[in-house]
């Protein structure tokens, strides 16, 4: 109990609602996290970081003006192709081989899933393995619910398939009931923020409980710079 107490007091209140701005930037908040993480948990933090990576990545390759700050990357090491991770660079490697997939960014996914993953598990970070393998299949209800019209093939669509099970359902009949793309992204993130909320664990103090607060703050970042008109494509696929 207790190890992180000094490093969770720096840190700031989060926003009470979706779309309130932090009191302290999401990259200040990381650039605190690494100074004061301790070294043998430094590996994880940069796992838990490396969804921003995957999303900042997606972004640039499609041409987006559009970068997400507090990754383990700069724009200026991605745009050189600087330091990538582990897997980027095979997505790289897949990509120029061909990747087999109608959306090929989902290979990027699934790679930087299964290396945060298999990272947490080698740490034993119950917080990571627990909430990633959620988020995984959240994502792959998602894209069920946006091919369930168009006639897709959901299995084109689906990353790590079988992973585990959980119950969306609840959810899903939220979302049925949802014209409104924004309001439904902000359903979508709030039952992020309640799962995350559920995995940290019961000391606010653990490095479970630091890696929850920058996930939520991650979201929380997000939503203070949305804007109308706004790209939903952002929201669907950066980070979450």
């Given at each position: 109990?207790?190890?992180?107490?000094?490093?969770?007091?720096?840190?700031?209140?989060?926003?009470?609602?979706?779309?309130?701005?932090?009191?302290?930037?999401?990259?200040?908040?990381?650039?605190?996290?690494?100074?004061?993480?301790?070294?043998?948990d430094?590996?994880?933090?940069?796992?838990q970081?490396?969804?921003?990576?995957?999303?900042?990545?997606?972004?640039?390759?499609?041409?987006?003006?559009?970068?997400?700050e507090?990754?383990?990357?700069?724009?200026?090491?991605?745009?050189?192709?600087?330091?990538?991770p582990?897997?980027?660079r095979?997505?790289?490697?897949?990509?120029?081989?061909g990747?087999?997939?109608?959306?090929?960014?989902?290979?990027?996914?699934?790679?930087?899933?299964?290396?945060?993953?298999?990272?947490?598990?080698?740490?034993?970070c119950?917080?990571?393995?627990?909430?990633?393998?959620?988020?995984?299949?959240?994502?792959?209800?998602?894209?069920?619910?946006?091919?369930?019209?168009?006639?897709?093939?959901?299995?084109?669509?689906?990353?790590?398939?079988?992973?585990?099970?959980?119950?969306?359902?609840?959810?899903?009949?939220?979302?049925?009931?949802q014209?409104?793309?924004?309001?439904?992204?902000?359903?979508?993130?709030?039952?992020r923020?309640?799962?995350i909320?559920?995995?940290?664990?019961?000391?606010?103090?653990?490095?479970?409980?630091?890696?929850?607060?920058?996930?939520?703050a991650?979201?929380?970042?997000?939503?203070?710079?949305?804007?109308?008109?706004?790209?939903?494509?952002?929201?669907?696929?950066?980070?979450?």
């Amino acid at each position: 109990m207790g190890a992180y107490y000094f490093l969770a007091c720096l840190l700031p209140p989060l926003p009470s609602s979706l779309g309130e701005k932090l009191t302290v930037s999401f990259p200040d908040m990381t650039r605190i996290a690494h100074r004061h993480i301790q070294p043998q948990d430094d590996q994880l933090l940069r796992a838990q970081l490396s969804v921003v990576d995957a999303a900042n990545w997606e972004s640039i390759e499609q041409g987006r003006n559009h970068f997400l700050e507090g990754g383990t990357l700069s724009r200026e090491e991605m745009e050189s192709m600087q330091n990538l991770p582990a897997f980027i660079r095979q997505f790289l490697d897949e990509k120029e081989r061909g990747i087999r997939r109608p959306y090929i960014y989902d290979r990027l996914w699934e790679l930087c899933y299964g290396a945060l993953l298999a990272r947490a598990e080698e740490e034993g970070c119950r917080y990571l393995i627990d909430y990633t393998v959620w988020e995984i299949e959240l994502r792959n209800c998602l894209a069920a619910l946006r091919l369930r019209e168009s006639e897709g093939n959901i299995a084109d669509r689906t990353i790590m398939p079988g992973i585990r099970s959980f119950d969306f359902s609840g959810l899903l009949s939220r979302l049925d009931s949802q014209n409104n793309p924004l309001e439904a992204e902000r359903i979508i993130d709030s039952e992020r923020l309640k799962q995350i909320f559920h995995c940290r664990g019961a000391d606010p103090f653990s490095l479970d409980a630091i890696l929850a607060f920058l996930a939520c703050a991650f979201i929380y970042s997000r939503w203070e710079k949305m804007k109308i008109p706004y790209d939903i494509q952002n929201f669907i696929y950066s980070g979450g």
